[in-house]
């Protein structure tokens, strides 16, 4: 049993100093460097940046949301905890936004809009708002 237990322990230091003392890097490959930092205009930046969003034709993201709620009319805003969210966007204009929250995972809300009308669901509030993109709140504070 003795010799049983010193092999173990020869197999398993030799196991560890050869996976501790190996190299790690298995591969090595120069790559010529390229000059990133240049000078532009404002103009020469928007038009280097509308080349790739015209190229682009949707667009997945993860991003931290911290949302807010209320009326320019009322002047109560909400603040809420930052949500993480998924963005889903799709050419012309179609987005679809999910917030969930943090630890837990449970929806928040889920907004889609195909550019035209929005529909916005709150699971916790049971509610589901639907109405179109460019409305403005009549200044009565009437709820959609």
Sequence with gaps: MTRVKTCLLLVTLTAIYGGCHGRVVTGHTVVA??????DATREELFEAYNLIAR????????????????????GVIDEYHEVKA?????RPAEIRVIGQAPVVGTTVFDMASDGETFRVSIPSKNKFLVGPVAAEHAKSGDSW
């Design 33 to 38: 460097q390229k000059s990133v930092a240049r």
């Design 55 to 74: 190229g682009t034709k949707t667009l997945n993201a993860t991003v931290v949301l911290k949302p807010t709620a209320g009326s320019k009319y009322s």
């Design 86 to 90: 998924f963005l889903l966007a799709a």
